[in-house]
DNA sequence: ACTCATAACTGCTTAAAGCATATAAAAGTG
DNA sequence: CACTTTTATATGCTTTAAGCAGTTATGAGT
């Protein structure tokens, strides 16, 4: 029955709320729409659940963070192109120094763990 | 009337789940109590919630994470010490692995929002 | 006719955090 | 001594981002 240790360690190592501002990035590049920027994403190494983009992208724009139209020219189903508002830059620009910031502490934690596995292990 | 326009853009930018490793870095230190850990990691410019600090550290040692005892020696009301077990280093350094890949994403992020931001203005 | 790629969206659940509050021991202060 | 503050741990309720599964629909390929 193999003792199998109820600790339940979970936890794949990840942080959340990078879908959101990497959509913005994405949308900066110019406008587009969902499934495209699923796509864009994936080959960024940022795989995102269909639901979860399709649902951010709208709760942005009741934000005012976007807007949106819908294309029904082209083949296939009509799509619904995304556009950042002036509102939706600012909002990038603190993402950035949010970001810049981070990548900072992120670097100190990285030094501070080196140091310790060293003496340690 | 001040036209409070009722986008309700909040999204502070900040990431989830950086607490959990946090502590584990801290704890990696030398074991220690919460209340400690959490002037740590104010310290550290990392504010967290007494709530969120101790739930974690309670579901940590759950998991195998950690370990913990009370000292009641000492001044003070009783202070339950933890410690990092084997697993809780593993852990640790498998978050360490997953932070490197994250500087490098955020560095390619701030790379590509530096170039649209020129280009645009 | 059938399947597949494209495209958008909903429902239910979990995980991490936000915020407020409770409890209690000891130290400091008038 | 009564009162407040500091140290220390903990619970309850809510929100938010995400995980996972599924639905609807158009048009192209076979």
């Known amino acids: 029955m193999s003792h199998k ?3 339940g360690h979970r936890h794949p190592p990840r942080v959340r709320g990078l879908v959101l501002p990497w959509l913005l990035l994405a949308l900066a590049r110019g406008p587009t729409h969902g499934y495209q920027l699923l796509e864009q994403l ?5 795989p995102v659940d269909p639901g979860i983009l399709y649902r951010t992208l709208r709760a942005l724009e009741e934000e005012g963070t976007v807007v949106s139209a819908w294309d029904t020219e082209g083949t296939g189903p009509a799509r619904r192109i995304y556009r950042l508002t002036d509102h939706g830059w ?3 620009a603190t993402w950035a120094q949010y970001f810049e910031d981070l990548r900072g502490k992120l670097g100190e934690f990285l030094n501070a763990y080196r140091e310790l596995a060293d003496k340690t292990g």
Do not use: I, P, Q, S
């Open 90 to 92: 600012e909002l990038l």
């Open 42 to 46: 994936v080959g960024a190494g940022l």
């Open 5 to 7: 240790h109820h600790h």
